[in-house]
């Protein structure tokens, strides 16, 4: 709260200077088809030079108050599938008739992301895609968010049924925080995760205007974070869109699954949208989602090799086994028994992921806007999101989100040149809990670890003097460790697991209770009207997290008294210029952001645009982007699974020599299976054993954390063709990182004596494991590219899209296995080809994807995810005189299941009809 008393009046200052005094005139006209005469209903009515602007209604008439002081007034009159027309207007008294001719081109596309103000799609200096309304009511996805796939250079992981997370140009994750989405300019991002909860927060189906994608590095506008993306969605103004608008879905999911009956699935969406005279409008979003989660079913052993010196197998017959969608299993929580002479390797037994949750997902939101025109040229708006989210969501556990919710409060103000922002998010994780916990836990009700291993010990001896088969006494032995064991399905197991769901310390139970807040401050003019001689851009933000400390997930850090503050502040400056009768276009931007836990770090872009002709470009840009940590990488402090996890901020651990005095675990790991193999294999004693490795260990050679950085470089090129039905876009980038955040997992022994280091590491009862998060001191590079082509109009109205991205990882210095896991295929190729009205009001849309295998990492598992192609498409109906549309289509249409990234769910068809009804 401490940055927040500067908020009001800073807004207020910038508010005043874009409020200058003016008279009020009221335009009136009607927009019509060129060829019919027909009335253009919902055309886009804009005064050049202000945020004034209205929609023409169902007989295309509109009404628009304009700047009054002046003789005339430039009107841009625009239609999806229209050609933009601008007009002057001199006579305020006479009805204004236009005529728009029917033109479906690239030569008028507006985007906002690229430089934070309005140009045209081929002026912009850097990579930017989007996906405008028409694109997205043909898509053949279920939902406009799905949709965002077929974007060149997004990568999207499905972590859940219609829940994705996005990103471009490498190193995915289900938890992405180098990725920023935005909603109408406000961060929707869960404050305590540091990143959006996919869509839950954002529009439905019917208030979504358009989804615009900068690839890759964006943080010398849009601060920090903005490494890996940023994807703006806005949504339709209610001055502009009016009426009632509903949408109903229902889809089918599941088939042929064996884990599993076809199972039906619904979204509901409900918008209405009112002017209130000429000075106030509002709208109201209601969305409703339920539905059948996708499973994640994998079964393979991730202790592959861990009882090798004892000739057992792996998978299910394998003591230390540990399937990669089990809990409680996992290899931090096993111990080494010496049995019968030989030293093995032991786990729990653990439990499934769908014996631990169910899959019911459901997603119910809202939002309200009301907006406000003081005076023409002007608009100040207050708008509400309410989010509630039941799912399954994977970070570095998996969770079973239970009465999730998020709310935000965004105030905005917008002007010619002013814009203004001021929101807050709160944050509930309601009844969510953690799936590994849960399955440690139940596994923990009947029997302490001690005891069970204790029993396991005594059984294994019995079972070998009754038989000479190894693998059958350890299977008798495990029986008989789980006697008394929770069995799935009964009520005392349900009852015990809705316990567990409650109790707020991983130790004993499995609940995630996080209460967060953001609190954000933004303020941005453009001084280009007044300064005439170049473009001059400037902005400023505060930002501020608050934590309410829940003695689990996270603590009061050292002497912090109240709740957990965590903040920062920045602005940036943003000049251009241009040369060469207006062919060269040559941009600087620097920015500057201050943490409280770090020094002021600066973020430069510079960019140049060079207009081969009027309708193509070249662009080069250069530009370095900051990180500083998330409140998760900075302040966490959780027991879970025998591993604690520790932020990397030195008020969290500094004094307990967690970084000073542990070794490496993956040393750790490596010296136990020396010494087994030693027993078990060579015939050493254990003490001789420890003493010949103990040369594997090594000490945790990390420190605290730094801010990450990465310098990125791009040239890029767009031109549009055949009278402006062709788009090429294509781009090469190159970037270098540096302090990559991750995380590695060390070992602290408990006793003081030196030499017997080996001792304590070896015996898991007199050693602590801990996951740090650090910095990586890898140098990592990547590099890649993508290639674009969009035909509107083609052979008789067909649209025709097809991309292909490339992304690759080199590391030219030495790694040391804590570099951020790249986690992105080598190649994603999109290609759709449809047509909005083929026959007699019905259109249609087929989309093709592939993308090839990678390696993912993670610390659930890691495991080359499978390359895999789908296939979507969808038939539309539009009955105009009704104002609605029938949609019939599938996702995955041939329902070949896919694993979209290792320890994730399975993915098949799902099949749907939709029915919208509205503008």
Not at 411 to 439: H, I
Not at 612 to 629: A, C, D, K
Request: aromatic share 12%; charged share 20%; hydrophobic share 35%.
């Amino acid at each position: 709260m401490r940055y927040m008393k500067y908020v009001s009046p800073l807004l207020l200052l910038f508010c005043l200077l874009g409020i200058p005094l003016r008279a009020q005139v009221l335009l009136k006209g009607q927009v019509q088809e060129a060829q019919s005469g027909k009335a253009l209903a919902g055309a886009s009515v804009l005064e050049i030079g202000s945020i004034n602007g209205t929609a023409t209604d169902s007989s295309g008439y509109f009404a628009l108050v304009v700047t009054g002081n002046t003789d005339s007034w430039t009107l841009e009159m625009s239609m999806v599938g229209f050609r933009t027309q601008v007009i002057e207007v001199t006579q305020p008294n006479k009805l204004i008739s236009v005529r728009l001719e029917e033109d479906i081109t690239f030569l008028n596309t507006i985007t906002v992301a690229g430089s934070r103000l309005r140009e045209r799609i081929i002026d912009v200096p850097v990579s930017v895609e989007f996906l405008d309304r028409q694109s997205i009511a043909n898509a053949a996805s279920p939902t406009f968010y799905d949709a965002l796939e077929s974007i060149k250079g997004l990568q999207m992981a499905t972590v859940s049924l219609g829940f994705k997370v996005p990103n471009s140009r490498g190193f995915m994750n289900t938890t992405n925080v180098r990725f920023i989405q935005l909603v109408d300019g406000a961060d929707n991002q869960a404050p305590h995760i540091g990143s959006p909860i996919a869509n839950a927060l954002g529009p439905n189906e019917l208030d979504i205007e358009q989804a615009e994608l900068i690839p890759g590095v964006s943080s010398a506008l849009y601060g920090m974070n903005a490494l890996n993306g940023l994807l703006q969605l806005s949504t339709k103004s209610p001055f502009e869109h009016t009426g009632l608008s509903l949408y109903q879905r229902v889809g089918l999911t599941h088939v042929n699954n064996s884990l599993s009956a076809p199972q039906i699935n619904t979204e509901t969406n409900l918008r209405w949208a009112q002017k209130i005279r000429k000075r106030w409008a509002y709208k109201l979003n209601l969305g409703f989602m339920r539905g059948q989660d996708w499973i994640a079913d994998d079964l393979s052993d991730l202790a592959i090799g861990a009882n090798a010196s004892t000739s057992l197998p792996d998978g299910p017959s394998n003591p230390a086994y540990d399937p990669v969608n089990g809990y409680g299993n996992e290899r931090s929580n096993r111990r080494t028994l010496s049995l019968a002479g030989k030293n093995y390797q032991v786990a729990r037994t653990g439990y499934y992921e769908r014996e631990v949750t169910n899959y019911n997902v459901q997603n119910l939101k809202g939002d309200f806007t009301l907006a406000f025109r003081p005076i023409e040229g002007s608009e100040l708006s207050y708008t509400y999101r309410i989010g509630e989210v039941n799912n399954v969501y994977q970070r570095s556990n998996r969770f079973r989100l239970q009465d999730y919710l998020l709310q935000q409060h965004q105030l905005r103000y917008r002007s010619g040149q002013l814009t203004a922002s001021a929101y807050v998010t709160l944050e509930n994780t309601g009844r969510s809990y953690n799936l590994r916990s849960m399955g440690e836990n139940l596994d923990r009700q009947v029997k302490t670890d001690d005891q069970w291993f204790a029993d396991y010990r005594t059984r294994f001896p019995q079972a070998t003097a009754q038989d000479d088969n190894v693998l059958k006494a350890h299977q008798l032995a495990r029986a008989y460790a789980d006697s008394g064991r929770l069995v799935p399905g009964t009520s005392a197991f349900t009852t015990r697991l809705n316990q567990l769901a409650d109790i707020n310390n991983w130790d004993i139970g499995a609940a995630l209770r996080v209460v967060s807040r953001l609190y954000h401050a933004e303020a941005q003019y453009n001084f280009s009207p007044l300064v005439k001689q170049f473009e001059l851009l400037a902005g400023a933000e505060l930002r501020q997290y608050e934590v309410i400390p829940d003695g689990n997930y996270f603590v009061k850090p050292g002497d912090v008294e109240g709740n957990l503050l965590y903040g920062k502040f920045g602005g940036f400056v943003q000049i251009a210029d241009r040369f060469f009768r207006n062919k060269l276009k040559l941009s600087a931007t620097l920015r500057l952001d201050k943490n409280q836990y770090f020094k002021p770090v600066f973020n430069p872009r510079l960019a140049l645009l060079y207009h081969v002709n009027e309708n193509s470009s070249l662009r080069v840009s250069w530009q370095e982007g900051y990180r500083f940590p998330s409140l998760f990488e900075g302040f966490s402090n959780i027991n879970s699974g025998g591993v604690k996890r520790v932020g990397g901020l030195p008020i969290m651990s500094k004094g307990l020599g967690v970084f000073e005095n542990s070794y490496l675990r993956s040393t750790a790991d490596a010296f136990v299976t020396a010494v087994n193999n030693d027993v078990n294999r060579n015939g050493l004693k254990q003490s001789e054993a420890i003493v010949k490795n103990q040369n594997l260990l090594k000490r945790n050679p990390y420190t605290y954390l730094k801010p990450e950085y990465v310098s990125s470089y791009e040239i890029g090129y767009k031109g549009i063709f055949a009278e402006g039905k062709i788009l090429l876009d294509a781009d090469i980038y190159f970037n270098a990182y540096r302090n990559f955040m991750a995380q590695v997992e060390v070992n602290l022994p408990l006793g003081k004596n030196v030499d017997s280091i080996g001792y304590y590491l070896f015996n898991r009862n007199s050693n602590e494991r801990y996951r740090l998060w650090t910095n990586s001191s890898s140098r990592v590079f990547n590099y890649g590219g993508s290639l674009g082509l969009k035909y509107l109009n083609w052979f008789k109205s067909f649209n025709l899209n097809a991309n292909l991205s490339y992304a690759k990882l080199n590391r030219k210095e030495t790694q040391d296995g804590l570099e951020e896991s790249f986690n992105t295929p080598e190649f994603m190729v999109n290609a759709s080809l449809g047509n909005p009205s083929i026959f007699n009001q019905i259109g249609f849309n087929l989309t093709w994807r592939w993308q090839s295998a990678f390696l993912w990492q993670s610390f659930i598992a890691n495991g080359n995810a499978p390359a895999y192609s789908t296939l979507d498409g969808q038939l539309t109906f539009h009955v105009p005189d009704w104002k609605m549309s029938v949609k019939m289509g599938g996702a995955n249409l041939l329902n070949r299941y896919y694993l979209p990234f290792i320890a994730g769910p399975n993915i098949g068809g799902h099949y749907y009809l939709s029915i919208k009804y509205g503008l």
